[in-house]
């Protein structure tokens, strides 16, 4: 299976990084990359080949688009007519099938992927949806690529791709958010700013390999540490004052609506 990536970025990176540590071969990677440093950059990192435009004549099975959505209309309807066969997947965030498919001459092999930012390191989390004109094997194929950075899960519907940016997608920005606040706090406790950090840090990590591989569910797990009338109960007590959970709810339902006005901004590109 040959792989050409258009766009040589961080996502593409990534990929390529995570199909290379899981045996993939490097001949059949390449990367078109139209900035020169860039492109010299992947090559030396990977030892793949990069080239500045894309040609579909030798074997392309696989095209990932992994280009900022906004460079996306003009970069698809530049693009040779692509081989019928060829699977495309999109990694750009609210860009929709049909617009993609439009762009591309009506071409109907398309999947849509959403990796988030912890695929950098191998534990990235990828919503995946496909149209039915794409056959269970190209699904297959599709699931394996995005496999090599981390989990994957797919949706039925294409709205829900909406809600896979919201909750995965934008996700790691509210836990890093959470971590800046515990630092926060921790200064504020009068630690100095790196064990301030350190605590924050390595609680939020421990906290989510604990519950990653716990069969018992985080509810059960903070049960099981907030004992009647003791020091988690204090601060939970005040987070539910402060409306924690309506909180996270309401944020994720504006993520939600934001990734449906962005695909109706964007696919509107003609
Ligand atoms: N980064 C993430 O964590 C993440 C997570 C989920 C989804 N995504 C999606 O992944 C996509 C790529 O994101 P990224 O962060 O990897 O972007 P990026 O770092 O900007 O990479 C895109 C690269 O493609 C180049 N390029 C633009 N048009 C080109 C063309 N026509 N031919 C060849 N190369 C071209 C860009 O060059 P210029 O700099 O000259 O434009 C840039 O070097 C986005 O659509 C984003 O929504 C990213």
Same mark, same amino acid.
């Given at each position: ?60 099975? &696989?095209?990932? =688009? ?7 209309? !003009? *970069? #698809?309807? @530049?693009?040779?007519?692509?081989? /019928? ?20 001459r009506g071409h109907a092999q ?40 981390g989990r994957t899960v797919w ?39 790196? &064990?301030?950090? =350190? ?7 421990? !906290? *989510? #390999?604990? @519950?990653?591989?716990?069969?018992? /569910? ?37 993520a939600c609506h934001r990734a ?11």
């Amino acid at each position: 299976m040959n792989i050409t990536f258009l766009g040589g970025g961080n996502m593409a990176s990534a990929l390529v990084a995570g199909l290379i540590d899981g045996g993939v071969a490097r001949e059949t990677l390449t990367v078109i990359e139209r900035v020169p440093e860039t492109a010299t950059a992947l090559a030396a990192r990977f030892g793949i080949a990069t080239a500045p435009v894309f040609d579909p004549k030798p074997a392309c099975d &696989v095209l990932i =688009l992994a280009l900022k959505p906004q460079q996306m209309p !003009a *970069a #698809l309807k @530049a693009l040779p007519p692509l081989p /019928a066969a060829c699977l495309v997947i999109s990694v750009a965030a609210g860009l929709r099938v049909a617009a993609l498919s439009g762009w591309l001459r009506g071409h109907a092999q398309v999947v849509r992927a959403m990796p988030n930012t912890p695929a950098l390191i191998g534990r990235g989390l990828t919503g995946l949806y496909a149209s039915e004109a794409v056959q269970a094997q190209e699904r297959q194929k599709a699931e394996t690529i995005l496999a090599a950075v981390g989990r994957t899960v797919w949706v039925e519907n294409e709205a829900q791709m909406d809600a896979i940016t919201a909750v995965s997608g934008s996700g790691p920005a509210y836990l890093f958010h959470f971590i800046e606040a515990m630092e926060a706090a921790a200064l504020h406790q009068g630690f100095t700013p790196s &064990v301030a950090r =350190l605590l924050a840090l390595e609680t939020t990590v421990g !906290a *989510a #390999l604990l @519950a990653a591989q716990s069969p018992e /569910a985080p509810a059960l797990l903070r049960a099981r540490v907030t004992s009647p009338g003791g020091t988690t109960e204090a601060a939970l007590k005040v987070l539910n004052e402060k409306a924690w959970l309506p909180a996270m709810d309401a944020a994720i339902e504006a993520a939600c609506h934001r990734a449906h006005t962005l695909g109706d901004e964007l696919g509107a590109a003609k």
